[in-house]
Every structure is written in C-alpha cells, then in structure tokens.
C-alpha cells in the first residue's frame, strides 16, 4: 500500500474597524522548503523551535519554495496562539492565529509568513495576497492553518 502525505497551508485575514468586520479574504499559501525541513527535523527530535511568530509585508512577489523569510516585512513579528483541530486521523490541522492591534503593522499589505522565533529562525510558510489596507486605527486578525493529509 502506498501512502502520500501532503503539507498545505491557507489563512483568513480580517480586518476589523471600530469592531466591525470591513475586509475579509481567505488565501492557499506555500509550505516552504526550509518549513517542510522544520517539520523533518521535529519529527527525528532535532531541537528546532515551535512555530510561536507571525509577520505581514509588503512585497508582491509570489512565493517561492526557496523563500526563508518575508521579502518586504512591516513592523515585527507577532507571537502566535495555537490549537490542534483533528477533523480525521487522514486530516489533521494545526492554527495559528495573531491579532494585529491597532497602530501594529499599518499599511498595504500583500504578504505575510509564520516562524519558529521573533527573529531569525526558520520560516514555514509565506502567501501573497491582493492589496489589504490596513489603517492605523484597525485591528487584523490572521488565522493560519497548516493542514496534514
């Protein structure tokens, strides 16, 4: 029997002004492969950290798998929650989520990647996006997932 597993990655983004949901968009991004090395190096108990951080940018160049950190980040990176979300044993998902506070990563955004440390570290996933304006005053909050099957 031949087995295949397969690493893939989306997030929602949404933006928030005053409390009220003005923007939403939901994106597939790339597992990287400096991430799909992260994720080995864990399994073999290499110690490697956790994914804790979160980045926006603003560079629109498509994401590559040789990709290790943002192209154009703005601000600095934000640190993660997490939760397990097992749908089936073929289907698990791991979530990371940050909010962005206001006055926190203002601008047009068109990337953003998830890490292993505030800085430095591995990146294991990166995703462009069309343009978010992110306003001083508003709040994004980003939920990530990576999903094994």
């Known amino acids: 029997m031949l087995e ?3 690493v893939n990655g989306k997030i ?6 005053e409390g009220v949901l003005i923007n939403s ?10 991430g799909l090395a992260l994720i080995t190096s864990r399994m073999e108990g290499v110690v490697k950290g956790p994914i804790t951080h979160m980045s ?9 798998p040789l990709d290790v950190d943002l192209i154009s980040m703005l601000g600095t990176r ?7 979300l097992t749908t089936t044993v073929a289907n698990d998902t791991i979530q990371y989520i940050s909010t962005f506070g206001a006055g926190i990563s203002t601008g047009a ?8 440390a505030a800085s430095g570290g ?14 001083a005053a508003d709040t994004m909050v980003i939920t990530w997932q990576i999903v094994f099957s």
């Open 4 to 6: 295949t597993v397969s």
């Open 12 to 17: 929602t983004a949404d933006i928030y002004r």
């Open 25 to 34: 968009l939901k994106q597939d991004n790339l597992v990287v492969d400096v």
């Open 56 to 64: 926006v940018g603003t560079d629109v160049t498509l994401p590559d």
């Open 78 to 84: 934000l640190v993660v929650s997490t939760s397990r």
């Open 109 to 116: 955004l068109t990337e953003a990647g998830i890490f292993n």
């Open 122 to 135: 591995d990146m294991l996933s990166r995703v462009t996006f069309a343009v978010i304006n992110k306003a």
